[in-house]
């Protein structure tokens, strides 16, 4: 079902001659001049761990209070304005824009370290029937065709964790973590993993998800994501 709701959605929503952000005539460009130019780059000053955008080329206090589980995180964009947009839009019908952002990702995974496995973060099984897909194992998968990288799931999501406003950072956490469970039949150990997602926003779920792979005796682990909210201490 899940399949062919999302042949449906890439069947309606094809690549057209419109700019995927305000629907005026590009000829096959995802975007127009216009928007192009309100996309962010995120490609000044990042914290070298996380990979979001911060004032100075330095390691973030988020990073360095607790540092995460994964060697390293990037993201082509910053996560406002145009991208909010173009990610919200992949994300209800346009799967097509998975090749736009596996392309953005692949440039930023360059520094990177020769990758055994990519793996992407799950959805439950009623989240991901309501969607129609799981965006960001479509994601994963043309960055993994575009590569020649094997796609394997890692670990499966058992619990939904959107009500969590009323708990503290440690509950929220904490909460996040019991929401994923291992399952796998591919050996990791000593395997370069690449996590991958459509949005880093605190990176806890990155975290909570690297944390499941560090026992499975990976090298190491890094994370990709089309776009991550600016660091603003």
Request: with cysteine; charged share 25%; glycine share 4%.
């Amino acid at each position: 079902m899940i399949k062919i709701k999302q042949l449906i959605g890439e069947t309606l929503f094809p690549l057209s001659f419109t700019c995927d952000c305000c629907g005026i005539e590009t000829f096959k460009n995802n975007l127009c001049p216009a928007c192009l130019k309100k996309l962010r780059y995120n490609n000044d000053a990042t914290c070298p761990v996380c990979g979001r955008k911060t004032p100075l080329n330095e390691i973030c206090m988020e990073c360095k209070k607790t540092p995460p589980y994964f060697e390293q995180a990037v993201s082509p964009l910053i996560y406002d304005g145009t991208a909010i947009k173009l990610i919200n839009k992949f994300k209800n019908g346009y799967a097509y824009l998975k090749d736009y952002f596996a392309n953005l990702i692949i440039q930023k995974i360059s520094v990177f370290p020769i990758i055994d496995y990519i793996t992407y973060v799950p959805m439950t099984k009623r989240a991901e029937r309501k969607r129609g897909y799981n965006q960001s194992k479509l994601l994963a998968e043309s960055v993994g065709e575009k590569l020649n990288v094997p796609v394997i799931s890692t670990v499966i999501k058992i619990n939904d964790t959107a009500e969590q406003k009323n708990l503290s950072v440690k509950e929220r956490v904490e909460n996040l973590e019991k929401s994923f469970k291992t399952q796998t039949q591919t050996n990791l150990k000593l395997k370069t993993v690449l996590l991958i997602d459509d949005i880093m926003t605190t990176g806890n779920t990155a975290n909570a998800l690297c944390k499941k792979l560090v026992p499975m005796g990976t090298l190491n682990i890094f994370f990709a994501s089309v776009a991550s909210v600016e660091y603003k201490h």
